[in-house]
């Protein structure tokens, strides 16, 4: 009786009692949320346009974040070095169609899966052998990105707010906006959409596929970088960030693989759904649960909905 | 001109459907065989059984265990690491308990617990396929990973956090633990090695491999004729489990002789999917192919630059080698995507019609 008290009663007492607490937990769940949602965004675009499950897109984040602050330390300013990572970022997208997807057109799903790996590792090598292992700190304050805490009374209680979160969360959203926009009211948003939709009925209307894949894997480089910046300037600039990118897959399939709103909403109910489990049940468990509490709610809905919540229905045919 | 088949007649069905039908392959086999069980523990040197073919071996049947599951299967997998750490975990445990019973029966005891395991994470593989199911079996790894960390009874609260690898002796000589030569632990990894080829070998070419190719190739249409897809993709899950559980044990009592959970980490689960899928999915001579050129081919590169003397810093040594391991795995994939095992098998047929192309 003692543990379903615990497990049933005790965690809903605690957050009746501090609600500032639940408030700052909940917070915490959503900066978290939105940045898994970033990540799972740039799976999502090169995902629906080309088929592949980017696994790189983790390493991307890293290499990009690591190219601006590694610019900088060499002398360049920092909004120039902004401007050639994004080239750089160009640059790889355009070497990944050519050189990988090209001559693996066609092939099954988990060819293409493997063949980001073997990019994957490309990229830790390179960003290692360039820029060197240490761990390195965001540019944050060369950005105008804004530093410190907000604390303010709330409900018997401090809730504390970072401004890199807010300015975090904003950008986050800007950013969906403009993707969303991109998406349905410009040329090439309809020309994705309709090779996500078809392959070979974009290509007989005449859509270049090679351009398509430099521009989504390009879209994805920018969203990755953008990750790495605000990721960078919570923590700090290092290999270990990719490990997001395996939080980043429960919130995939929880929003379905090839749905942008199912990225945001998943990495939201993950992200929060993490922290409240973390604070709440975690003790229970003896911490950590972190690692795994996130597949373990993507499980869970996938149970009752195999296709992730927003993605679309398998339908399959003899 | 000497790999012919000319004059060799089949009289019965059953010579036609072995798995060496022509003579040439029985003598190569045999060939590798006595190699591997003669000549490499008399004259191979400590660092090529200890560094060189004891993982390779342990490495090879971590990869058919996954090649079972995912190539003839097609069920995608990365819980392989979670599924090598729980049968480390279960022998460590019974060899505790049961200190008497020699450590290879626990070996191969083991690969039940992680069957059992295993068979718990393929419960959502009925209704989830794919990615969805790649991702689910993650699930599995990171809890798994958890608990060997969390669970302090698991390493037997030892201070460390780590396993460590008890002496245990048969017929008075040592196995396992510090003491055991390299040429013991390679002939028993060797042994265990062939005899589970083997009995892998007599799975998929039986009726139970063509029930799993069946699911592989459309589930649908398996079940129409009359498989049941729940019992075939969980006893893949069971049998895959109980490979990689039985190459995770001898990992850690056979090669490493001591381990921590890192070991387990989510990177082995991608370095074994890396060597299935380089080596060929769906062929058994591809998980040697792919243990061998994945395993050994850093090795390789590391010690090019000392071979030619060129002063290469370790750090950047080591980068490098990321760098060309990555290039390379694109590299192969773009030259022959169904794996080494094809590009053998083709060897194999240019050989047979030589010198006609055809």
Known sequence: MDILYKIFVDPFMQMGTSPDLLVQTLWDGLVAGVLYALIALGFVLIFKASGVFNFAQGIMVVFAALTLVGLHERGVPAFVALALTVVVMFALAYGVERLMLRPLVNQSDIILFMATFGLTYFLVGLGQLVFGGNPKVMIASELYLPRGGLEFKALGGFVSLQKIDIAAVIIASIMVAVLAVFFQRTRIGRALRAVADSHQAALSVGISLEQIWVIVWFAAGIVALATGIMWGARSEVSFSLQIIALKALPVLILGGLTSIPGAIVGGLIIGIGEKLGEFYWGPLLGGGIETWFAYVIALGFLVFRPQGLFGEKIIERI | ?358
């Not at chain 2, 071996?57 to 979670?82: C, D, E, M, Q, V």
């Not at chain 2, 633990?177 to 007599?202: D, E, F, H, K, Q």
């Not at chain 2, 049941?228 to 993709?233: E, G, P, T």
Request: glycine residues 10%.
């Open chain 2, 1 to 358: 001109m000497l790999y012919r088949e000319a004059g060799q007649y089949k009289t019965n069905y059953a010579a036609d459907m072995a798995v060496f039908p022509i003579l040439q392959d029985r003598i190569g086999i045999a060939v590798i065989l006595l190699i591997a069980y003669v000549a490499f523990p008399l004259l191979g040197s400590n660092f090529l059984l200890n560094s060189v073919l004891i993982p390779f071996l342990i490495f090879a049947l971590a990869a058919i265990g996954l090649n079972l599951l995912t190539g003839y299967t097609g069920l995608l997998s990365l819980g392989t690491g979670g599924f090598m750490g729980v049968g480390a975990y279960a022998c460590l445990k019974l060899t505790t308990f049961f200190p008497h019973v020699n450590i290879i029966v626990w070996i191969i005891a083991s690969g039940f617990f992680s069957a059992a395991v295993g068979v718990l994470f393929g419960l959502p593989s009925l209704r989830i396929k794919g990615f969805y199911l790649a991702v689910a079996t993650l699930a599995a790894q990171f809890f798994l990973e958890w608990c060997f960390i969390r669970i302090p009874w698991l390493y037997n609260n030892s201070v460390s956090g780590a396993i460590e690898v008890p002496l245990r002796t048969m017929f008075g000589i040592p196995i396992t633990g510090p003491t055991a030569t390299s040429v013991t632990r390679y002939l028993i990894v060797l042994s265990i090695v062939v005899a589970m080829t083997w009995v892998a070998s007599n799975l998929v070419h039986g009726r139970i491999g063509r029930m799993w190719m069946s699911v592989r190739d459309m589930d649908l249409a398996a079940e129409l004729i009359g498989i049941r897809l729940l019992r075939a993709k969980l006893l893949a899950f069971a049998v895959s489990s109980f490979y990689c559980g039985v190459a995770g044990a001898m990992m850690v009592f056979l090669w490493y002789g001591g381990a921590e959970a890192e070991v387990f980490a989510i990177d082995q689960s991608f370095l074994v999917l890396f060597m299935v899928i380089i080596g060929g999915l769906g062929t058994l001579i591809g998980s040697f192919f792919g243990a061998a050129l994945i395993y050994i081919l850093p090795i390789a590169l590391r010690a090019v630059p000392a071979a030619f003397g060129l002063p290469i810093h370790p750090a950047a040594a080591e980068q490098l080698t990321f760098v060309i391991v990555g290039a390379l795995i694109i590299v192969f994939l773009v030259l022959e995507p169904n794996g080494l095992a094809r590009l053998w098998q083709i060897g194999k047929q240019k050989l047979r019609v030589w010198p006609f192309p055809y």
